[in-house]
Every structure is written in C-alpha cells, then in structure tokens.
C-alpha cells in the first residue's frame, strides 16, 4: 500500500454514553440481545447511511430526524431506535449466524430505492480490487464497510486478524477479530482507520490480505462498494 493518505471530508460522528465518546456505533450498547451478539453488519449499514445523511441533504431521510442534538453528538435513544428500524426494514439478523456479507448491498439497494437515491451497492468480490474501490469512495466521502469473515473452509477455526490502537504514532496491538464487519474512515501508513464497537481502531491492509489468501475467502471477507448510479466506471488494470 502506498503512503498516500485517503479519508473522509467530515469528522466521523460520535455519540456520548455516559462520560465517554464514541468513534460510530456499536451493536454492544443494545438492549437486545441478538442485536449485541451478531449486530455488527447491522452497525456497518446503518453508520454507513447516517454518515451520508448527516451531510448531504440529497441522503437525508426521516430515519434520521431528531437524531443529531444541539451540541453536534447523537441522541443515543434515537440512534437505538434508527438500528431497530434499519433492522426490521431491511437487514435481518440470521440467529446464530449474522448477516452474510452479500446481503448488505441488497439491503443497502433496497434503501436507496425506497429513498429514489442515486446510489448502487454491490458486493466487490475481486480481492484486487478492494483497495482501490476503498480508496474511490473515500476520495467521493463515502465510508467503507469492510467484513473479515469467519475461517475457510473451516468456519469455526480459530484465526483472526489484530486491530490495533494508536499512540504517538506507535500501533499497538487492541484486539482480535474475525466474522465481523467493521466501518472504514481512512487510510494511513499501511493501515485502515476504522470504527468497531464504537471506538476508532487500525487494521494493517497486509495482514488482511494475509488472512483473506490463508485463513479465509474474497466471499466472505470484502468491502461493500457504493457508486453513484450511471456514473462512468474507471477498471483498474
């Protein structure tokens, strides 16, 4: 990956929970159990689409009312209930399973179609094309949902990929994860900026690909791309 440095236009937005301020969302504050287990495509949906609707008015819709407060953070009580009803509208939990990646962009297609948006989604599938699809929507300030799917073929194996935390400058190892979409607001040094469970993270882009290549698949760990609608495609070689 080369150094140059992709993100968002805007600052990611935040929520208070008591004292602390979150970098997104996050499906462990839920007072549903199912949603706190095996929400986090949920999260990725829905963070992706009120980032847009926050700022541009052509991806507002009533979803969204009343959610933004005065002092520029979320309401919490009204982002839960924007989950629950991006939840039963349109992305539905498999129990003990989640949600397959491939059913975000046909979520996501039925959103923008009930809202007349001019926006497509589509799974990208091709693992060298994730990158730079990541790197095109951040550039037209479009947040990425990025899956890191369970192992393959063996899908209750035990690999996983590290998130890490930054501190003056050092990434240090957080946390690691696997069968689990997270959002993607940058990239810097070799590694992805992301939001998971409402806290900002990294994740290094060659460890992901080393997982895809050995402990997974381009199936199940990829990004959710979104376009424009009619605009001209430019294939990378």
Known sequence: METKRYGLRHPYFSIKIQNDRSYGGSQTWSANRMMRKYGCGVVGMADVLLYLGLHQTSYETDLLYGILQEDGYLSYPRYERYLMKMRRRYLSIIPGFGVPGFFLPLAMTRYFRHYRM?????????????????????????????????????????????????ENGVYLPSAEVKAHFVVVTGIMDGYFQISSWGKEYYLSWAEYQKYIKKYGTCLTSNICRIRVKGKKRKEEK
């Open 118 to 166: 001019d926006l497509r989604a589509s799974w990208c599938l091709r693992p060298g094309r994730i990158l730079p699809r990541i790197e095109e929507m951040l550039r037209q300030d479009i947040p990425v949902i990025l899956a890191i799917g369970p192992n393959f073929p063996m899908f209750w194996g035990g690999r996983r990929v590290t998130f890490y935390r930054k």
